[in-house]
């Protein structure tokens, strides 16, 4: 399992090195061809594509995690589950690109101020959707162990949009439109790609009782993944309706430079899951898995005091000078972007299938992030939200391991663990010392 989880990780890592890379290399870009107004509103769209995620197909792609792996050797099964989940998750996001357009102008008023931005409205609906499909395909691949696929389309979808959305936005100037027309269309030729690679699990196949045996699973996690999104990306909304567009630019900017810690662990992410729910029945298998959590810790520990010392650097080489207090931000966000992920590593309520306990926890932490946000950001602005979401990841994270260990327990080095947390905190108090 370890051989297999390093060479997937490593093909992981790889491709995100480039996808997001390239990404990370245009957002300089970015901030000096868009004003800071329209980079906010991007990234509050973007933030408004993830809440609508995790509603609007009922979570059911988790299933495929949970349950392609398992009937490896019934392909009449697997064919039934891919096919199921596909043609339901296209239904949903039409019926939504459907109110979109309908409603354009009233949502463009609701969310952008502004009612002339109907026509991006309607784009961005389509966009949501391509992204869905996107998803729901390099997750099959990824619930196959199909890395190297996986890495293809990633790739080639990196080089797609940038390409458009560069041409849009730098060439044509187009804006925020560009932006988001130049994502549109390279995710579309994307889709195109990733079909060739899983055509023969998608079908003209739609099965009711496969449909109800996923959601039976997944539909519960709807409530878990609200909570991980409030968690986790409701101090964005709550910046733009508080303090503005160009707030949360600034914000947004340096969650770009905090998520290069992802750039390296994206790779443990995307390989641990099919892993552990193809070996999770083995008896070597927590502890390798506890082998594997201690050695990502070790690597946030030095992510995250790299990434701080350097955060500085960091926003006037890729933002420039308007954008400098968002330097403040990248310690704390650091760190939530490692706890958000360590939950992985202790997978016994999904191995239960106790997902109505990951809800109950999930939506509790999410509500507790949605107060602490509300107290915070008038007090102390952006800072206050990035704190807030830090607190509540470490919530969401510490009730998950405890109640996971019940059912599943991954035997950690508490005392390595302890000393390793405990480091992390003195390093962000001495960050936030700093910066006064």
């Known amino acids: 399992m370890i051989k297999a989880f390093f060479k997937d990780s490593l093909l992981y890592t790889l491709a995100n090195l480039f996808t997001r890379g ?34 609007v197909t009922l979570e059911i792609t988790q299933a495929i995690y949970r349950f392609i792996p398992e009937y490896k050797e019934d392909p009449v099964k697997q064919i039934k ?16 690109c459907l109110v979109c ?23 961005t609906s389509i966009l949501f959707l391509s992204n869905a499909i996107l998803y729901n395909f390099t997750s099959l691949m990824r619930a196959n162990f199909l890395a190297k696929q996986v890495v293809i389309v990633s790739t080639l979808n990196a080089v797609f949009v940038a ?39 998608i079908k003209l196949v739609f099965c009711l009782e496969s449909l109800k045996e996923m959601l039976t699973f997944s539909a519960p996690l709807i409530f878990s993944s609200i909570g991980v999104v409030l968690a986790m990306f409701v101090d964005r909304v709550m910046l733009k309706e508080f303090l503005g567009a160009e707030q949360l630019a600034s914000y947004a900017v340096a969650i770009r430079i905090a998520s290069i810690v992802t750039l390296l662990m994206v790779g443990f992410q995307s390989a641990l899951t099919p892993l552990i729910y193809a070996n999770y029945e083995k008896e070597e298998t927590p502890k390798k ?59 016994g309520l999904s191995i239960a299938k106790k997902t109505s306990m990951i809800a109950a926890i999930n ?7 949605v107060a602490l946000n509300y107290v915070f950001i008038p007090k102390y602005g952006a800072l206050g939200a990035a704190y807030s979401t830090l607190f509540s990841v470490f919530i969401a994270f510490t009730l998950n391991t405890v109640v996971a260990q019940r059912f599943y327990n991954i035997p950690i080095n508490s005392v390595f663990t302890f000393l390793t947390f405990s480091l992390i905190g003195i390093i962000l108090f001495i960050f936030r010392l700093s910066s006064i």
Request: proline fraction near 2%.
């Open 363 to 369: 939506v509790f932490v999410g509500i507790l992030n």
């Open 163 to 201: 390409s458009f959305s560069l041409l849009l936005v730098v060439y044509f100037e187009l804006g925020l439109l560009g932006l988001i027309l130049g994502q549109l269309i390279g995710v579309t030729l994307s889709l195109i790609v990733s079909f060739s690679k899983v055509k023969a699990w």
């Open 22 to 55: 390239i990404g990370f290399v245009l957002l300089p870009i970015y901030t000096r061809v868009i004003s800071k107004q329209e980079y906010g509103l991007f990234d509050y769209l973007t933030t408004i594509g993830l809440l609508l995620g995790v509603v």
């Open 101 to 123: 357009f309908i409603l354009s102008s009233e949502l463009a008023k609701v969310l952008l101020d502004d009612e002339r931005y109907s026509v991006l409205i309607k784009i």
């Open 289 to 347: 898995i506890a082998q594997l959590f201690h050695f990502y810790l070790l690597a946030s520990f030095f992510s995250l005091l790299t990434l701080g010392l350097s955060a500085h650097w960091f926003v006037e080489v890729v933002a420039g000078v308007q954008y400098v207090d968002a330097a403040n931000y990248v310690a704390p966000l650091v760190c939530s972007a490692l706890l958000s992920s360590m939950y992985l590593f202790f997978p």
């Open 81 to 96: 589950l891919a096919s199921t989940v596909f043609w339901f998750s296209l239904l949903m996001y039409s019926f939504l």
